[in-house]
C-alpha cells in the first residue's frame, strides 16, 4: 500500500461528523434567523395540526378531499421537521457540527416525504378532477378504500424511488474536507464533501429528481387543464368565479412547491450560487409547508365552520369542567 492510499483511508476513516456552515457567520444574524425560522416554523406546525386535528375530529369533513388534505399537512409537518428542528438547534447554540448518522438520517427523511409531497400533490389534483369533471361519478370512484390505497401508494412509491441513491450515499468516502455548505444536510450539498467521483450518482439523482417532479406535475398540470376547461363552461357567473380562484390559488402553491425544486434538483449544475440555493430551499422547507393549509384548507367555508364549532365545544368544555370543579 503506497503512503498517499494509507493517508486517504485514514482520512476516511477519521470522519464521524460534518460541519453545516449555515445560513451565516455573523452571531446577531443568526440570533435574528432563529427567531424568524422559529415563528415560521411554530406558524406551520400549527397551521398543519388544526388542519389534522380538524379533519379527524368533525363528521363533515370526512370526505376524500379532506383525508387527503390530512395526510398533505401530515407530510408538510415532517418535510419541514425533518431539516428545520437541526437548524434551530445550530443557530441558537452556535454550533455548526452534525454527526454522520444524523446527517444521514435527516437526509433520508427529508428526501422521502419531499417524494411523498409531490405524489400526493398529483393526487390530490386527480381527487379535484373527478369532482369537478366527473361529479356523477365522484362517490364511486374516490371511496375511501381507494383514497387509503392512494395515499399508501404515494409512501410506498416514494420510498422505492429514492432507497438506492440514499443507500449508495451512505457507502461513500468522506474525507477531512467535511465543511457541508448549507443549513441542512441536503443530498446534493453532501455529495460535494465526498472524496471519491460521484457523477454517476449526481446522474441518478437528477434522472430520479426528473422523473418524480416532472411526471407529477404533467398530473397536476393536465388535472388543472381539464378543470378549467369545465369551469369555463359552468353557466353561472359566481360559480366560475369561485371555482377558478380556487383552482388558481391550489395551483400557485403547487407551482411554488414544484418550481423551487426545479431549481435545487434539476438545474444545471453551477448555473447560481450556494447562497441563492439556501434561499429556494428555505422557500420550499417553511414558506411552502405554511402556505399549503391557509390556500388549501383554511379559506375553506367548511374548514371555518368546523373550526368555530371546535372552538366552541372546546370553550364549552373548559367552562362544564370549571362548574363541577366548583
Request: net charge positive; charged share 10%; hydrophobic share 50%.
Amino acid at each position: 500500500m503506497s503512503l498517499n492510499q494509507a493517508i486517504t483511508m485514514e482520512n476516511q476513516t477519521r470522519v464521524t461528523e460534518f460541519v453545516l456552515l449555515g445560513l451565516s457567520d455573523v452571531r446577531w444574524l443568526q440570533i435574528l434567523l432563529f427567531f424568524v425560522l422559529l415563528l415560521i416554523y411554530l406558524l406551520t406546525l400549527m397551521a398543519n395540526i388544526i388542519i389534522i386535528t380538524i379533519t379527524l375530529l368533525d363528521r363533515h369533513l370526512q370526505t376524500p378531499m379532506y383525508f387527503l388534505l390530512r395526510n398533505f399537512a401530515l407530510v408538510e409537518v415532517g418535510f419541514t421537521s425533518a431539516a428545520i428542528p437541526k437548524a434551530l438547534f445550530n443557530l441558537a447554540s452556535g454550533t455548526k457540527t452534525v454527526s454522520m448518522v444524523g446527517c444521514f438520517t435527516e437526509c433520508f427523511f427529508h428526501v422521502i416525504v419531499g417524494t411523498a409531497d409531490f405524489f400526493l400533490l398529483a393526487a390530490m389534483s386527480f381527487d379535484r378532477y373527478v369532482a369537478i369533471c366527473k361529479p356523477l361519478h365522484y362517490a364511486s370512484i374516490m371511496n375511501s378504500r381507494f383514497c387509503g390505497q392512494l395515499v399508501l401508494g404515494c409512501w410506498v412509491t416514494s420510498f422505492l424511488y429514492v432507497i438506492t441513491p440514499l443507500v449508495l450515499l451512505v457507502q461513500l468516502p468522506f474525507c477531512t474536507s467535511h465543511s457541508i455548505d448549507h443549513f441542512f444536510c441536503d443530498i446534493v450539498a453532501v455529495l460535494n464533501v465526498s472524496c471519491t467521483d460521484t457523477h454517476k450518482l449526481r446522474l441518478m439523482i437528477f434522472l430520479l429528481a426528473t422523473g418524480s417532479i416532472l411526471s407529477t406535475f404533467a398530473i397536476t398540470i393536465i388535472s388543472y387543464i381539464n378543470i378549467l376547461s369545465t369551469v369555463l363552461r359552468i353557466p353561472s357567473a359566481s360559480g366560475r368565479q369561485k371555482a377558478f380562484s380556487t383552482c388558481v390559488s391550489h395551483f400557485a402553491v403547487a407551482s411554488i412547491t414544484y418550481g423551487s425544486c426545479i431549481f435545487i434538483y434539476i438545474k444545471p449544475a453551477g448555473s447560481s450560487g450556494v447562497d441563492l440555493s439556501k434561499s429556494v430551499a428555505l422557500l420550499n422547507n417553511l414558506v411552502s409547508p405554511l402556505l399549503n393549509p391557509f390556500i388549501y384548507s383554511l379559506r375553506n367555508k367548511q374548514v371555518k365552520e368546523a373550526l368555530r364549532n371546535t372552538a366552541s365545544c372546546t370553550i364549552l368544555f373548559f367552562k362544564n369542567s370549571q362548574c363541577l370543579g366548583q
